[in-house]
């Protein structure tokens, strides 16, 4: 079965040096903060959690999908800066129960999903209703788990994360 995966934002490009500043200014918040409750030693930040799954989730504008199919590299360009702004705002710490900018993730985390399986219609996974699941990479202190269940709509939260 021929099955096509457009490649993901996080496979292309990243706005690493905003997730960085957000990431850097999170760590020294501690009032009101998830990592007050439970001391990790690797703790993730929640806004690296928030970019990682974001990127994974959504499709990158350029390559097969873009400018191959009459998109032009500028347009392709364009709309990935669409998606690094929803990125920036995402990883603002005052921004986590922002549901403006978390709806816009959200839509967006659909929208590739839907593109997805318009390219696999007919294959099975491929239901444009049930997002896929997610993939947490550092299995550690639960900071993946909590930001999907924040920006990843209901439907869409299932873990496919590694065990220690």
Known sequence: MNIKAPKKLIEVALPLDDINVASVREKSIRHGHPSTLHLWWARRPLATARAVLFAQLVNDPGGERGWYTGKTKA??????????????????????????????????????????????????????????????????????????????????????????
């Open 75 to 164: 347009q392709a360009d364009e709309e990935r800066e669409r998606l690094f702004d929803i990125i920036r705002d995402l990883v603002k710490w005052e921004n986590t129960n922002n549901e403006t900018v978390l709806e816009r993730a959200r839509e967006a985390i659909r929208a590739s999903w839907r593109e997805t399986c318009a390219l696999n219609k007919g294959k099975p996974g491929f239901d444009p209703e049930k997002l896929p699941a997610f993939h947490d990479p550092f299995a550690g202190g639960g900071s993946i788990p909590l930001e999907a269940l924040i920006i990843i709509p209901a439907s869409g939260v299932r873990s496919q994360g590694f065990q220690p």
